[in-house]
T-cell receptor
């Protein structure tokens, strides 16, 4: 299995631009999570999907952030417009059995820099 | 109060010693507890999970859970320099800030 695949690995964009991060979960995993990691705030949950349905989006910072999961093999996280404070590493993770499953497999992450 | 709290460290132990990492959580209804290891510049990787009170051993790693005290710990026996990393405690989908461990040769 190729694991959780995220793209792009690195993204540098100017403030105000739209950014789209992509994730392909492990086949057969029914839960998908988007996290953001910074030195100051650690690993923060942004949104959790189960069977392609958003279950918990309480961590989405504001209306500038949106996430979709149109099918079991693809999810996007969009930031529009982007701001310098959005600079972070964004991780996608997937698991079997929901949030209480057998642990999560993380992708390699997308390092986002907004200048 | 944070949902998952860890001593931020850093923690430094000599090679061959036991490293002890601790974590407390606030949600008494939590059923699943995880430890992840994250090397610098890499993504977190799962090393242990525990669901029941008591100890769970896997090689050099032992996870301990005490639901009454809302406390989870990870012991690493015979620590090796390759164990140097940040260890993240997770309760369901919430993560602690992590404890940076350095094992000195």
């Amino acid at each position: 299995d190729a694991g959780v695949i995220q793209s792009p690995r690195h993204e540098v964009t100017e403030m105000g631009q739209e950014v789209t991060l992509r994730c392909k979960p492990i086949s057969g995993h029914n839960s998908l999570f988007w996290y953001r990691q910074t030195m100051m705030r650690g690993l923060e949950l942004l949104i959790y999907f189960n069977n392609n349905v958003p279950i918990d989006d309480s961590g989405m910072p504001e209306d500038r952030f949106s996430a979709k999961m149109p099918n079991a093999s693809f999810s996007t996280l969009k930031i529009q417009p982007s701001e310098p404070r959005d600079s972070a590493v964004y991780f996608c993770a997937s698991s079997k059995g929901g949030e209480d499953g057998y642990g999560y497999t993380f992708g390699s992450g997308t390092r986002l820099t907004v200048v | 109060q944070k949902e998952v709290e860890q001593n931020s460290g850093p923690l430094s132990v000599p090679e061959g010693a036991i490293a002890s990492l601790n974590c407390t959580y606030s949600d008494r209804g939590s059923q699943s507890f995880f430890w992840y290891r994250q090397y610098s510049g890499k993504s977190p990787e799962l090393i242990m999970f525990i669901y029941s009170n008591g100890d769970k051993e896997d090689g050099r790693f032992t996870a301990q859970l005490n639901k009454a005290s809302q406390y989870v710990s990870l012991l690493i026996r015979d620590s090796q320099p390759s164990d140097s990393a940040t260890y993240l405690c997770a309760v369901r989908k919430r993560f602690g800030a992590g404890t940076r461990l350095t094992v000195k040769p």
